[in-house]
């Protein structure tokens, strides 16, 4: 039970960033302007982050899907990480939420491979 509701809090959480990235959110476009990377990289990402996130919904039936879906979520936030440290020169802080969303990612992948 506590793997689903991991499960929807972190869908839903990637979900609403990829429709703040495709929706091309003022604050987000800033953002992704620091990290100097082209705008339709943004589009690019916050599709995969919605495909992501109904893949890791669809994991609760399905749990090869949660698999693929957490891989894909570490993949992404490896890559939120890099570009908030690297590529913006932000302070730490800034990574918690993708540092997170790792962890969260990584415990599904070991739990269901573990369990499947």
Do not use: D
């Amino acid at each position: 039970m506590i793997i689903n509701v991991i499960q929807v809090i972190l869908a839903v959480f990637i979900l609403v960033g990829g429709f703040i990235k495709l929706l091309r959110m003022p604050f987000q476009v800033e953002h992704w302007r620091h990290y100097q990377y082209p705008l339709w990289f943004m589009s690019v990402i916050g599709l995969t982050e919605i495909i992501g996130a109904i893949g890791m919904i669809s994991g609760i039936w399905i749990s090869y899907l949660t698999v693929g879906s957490s891989v894909l979520f570490v993949l992404l936030m490896l890559g939120a990480i890099h570009s908030h440290i690297f590529r913006a020169h932000q302070s730490i802080v800034m990574i918690i939420p993708a540092t997170i969303c790792l962890i969260l990612s990584i415990f599904l992948i070991i739990k269901n491979i573990t369990f499947a």
